[in-house]
């Protein structure tokens, strides 16, 4: 299917004007980000996650109304892919000082619940974990078995014949879990995810992602500035920033105004950006080529006429690769999941924005570079 073959339309003369529009969607989203912030998930802030599947669908406004008093502090509840799905995000990474004692102590009636009154002691305790010593191997057994039924990351210490102890990790997970499951009898449900960041490694993640994206448009910088000439690779290099800027503005423009779209700063998306970034060069290569190309055959024709003349070459290529790949992204916006939904709706805007500035930033920054520096650009 051949679609755009045969067009003439004058992109380099209506540059000025969206120069403007580059200009004003980038106002808007840095002043965005100064105003809003960039929200930005666990894998940054640090904080636990915890996925959990119920048999049967659920209220979310139940769920977060039974977890507003368990002294997670702030805690967001939505669905996770499926109506019985919930993910439960708190910034907290251990069970607060607070409420430490009430999870011991539910530890405790469940250690009553199987062997009333059972000899033992507590030989280790901390934050995330308590450790009980009982009186033979058969119980520890027992007692381990009866509280990972219940809901408990409870494990024998060792798998020796001997070992008389039992291990409980206390976390996050374990809390929430031991709250709900006596709220929901009639609803059981597992817990299938946690994820648990800490703030010092959010923080270095969050400074490798600015590395990784900053460091692959320098290759980029250097790598064009070889195969084409440097101002070729100036242009397609601010064409990528100008991508990259539009669309983390877009993220603080949009956060919480799309309902079912998270919005949030996390390792996928850096991916996607990255991703982004391969796509938008890929789709300015290909024009640059074309002018090249060009150049080498119409040796006489102004500069503006030859990159005109090949970004109507590459039209039809443009459209089909975009439109077919936006339409891809488009069913997994849609019907991807949670997982996917944020992921697939950067790169659909950013490549939205990528196109376009292979275009109207990186071809028309070389046209203007030319006309200013006076310099005839040769192959």
């Known amino acids: 299917m051949r679609i755009f073959e045969n067009i003439n339309y004058d992109f380099l003369g209506k540059r000025k004007i969206f120069y403007m529009v580059s200009a004003v969607l980038l106002f808007l989203g840095l002043l965005n980000i100064v105003v809003r912030g960039l929200k930005f998930g666990i894998d940054f802030n640090g904080g636990s996650e915890i996925v959990l599947e119920f048999q049967n669908p659920v209220d979310l406004g ?26 439960v995000r708190t910034e907290l990474q251990n069970v607060p000082a607070d409420v430490y004692p009430n999870v011991i102590r539910s530890i405790e009636e469940e250690i009553n619940k199987s062997l009333p009154e059972v000899e033992r002691r507590i030989i280790d305790s901390s934050i995330n974990s308590v450790t009980y010593e009982f009186s033979n191997p058969d119980t520890s057994t027992l007692i381990a078995n009866n509280l990972f039924k219940a809901g408990f990351e409870a494990s024998r210490v060792s798998e020796e014949p001997t070992n008389r102890q039992v291990i409980i990790a206390i976390g996050m997970s374990s809390l929430i879990k031991e709250n709900l499951q006596t709220k929901m009898l ?22 490798d992602a600015a590395i990784a994206i900053f460091a692959s448009l320098i290759v980029i910088l250097v790598y064009l500035a070889f195969r084409f000439k440097f101002i070729f690779s100036l242009g397609a290099v601010v064409a990528l920033f100008h991508d990259v800027l539009i669309t983390l503005g877009l993220y603080s423009i949009l956060y919480g105004v799309i309902p079912g779209l998270n919005l949030e700063i996390d390792l996928t998306i850096v991916a996607a950006f990255l991703t982004l970034v391969g796509y938008s060069i890929n789709d300015t290569v290909v024009i640059f080529d074309r002018v090249r190309e060009n150049m080498k055959i119409h040796k006489t024709l102004p500069l503006k006429d030859v990159i005109n003349r090949s970004v109507n070459q590459t039209m039809s290529r443009t459209v089909l690769t975009g439109g077919t790949t936006l339409m891809a992204l488009l069913v997994l916006i849609f019907f991807g999941g949670e997982v996917l939904r944020a992921f697939s709706f950067t790169l659909f805007f950013g490549i939205l924005i990528g196109t376009y500035s292979s275009v109207f930033v990186a071809s028309a920054m070389v046209l203007d570079y030319a006309g200013r520096s006076k310099k005839k650009i040769q192959f």
């Open 62 to 87: 139940n769920i977060r109304t039974q977890l507003e008093n368990v002294g997670l502090g702030n805690v967001e509840v939505k669905t996770y892919g499926a109506d019985n799905r919930i993910l």
């Open 186 to 207: 009639d609803n059981p449900f597992k817990v299938i995810k946690v994820d648990t960041v800490g703030p010092k490694v959010g923080s270095e993640l969050k400074e």
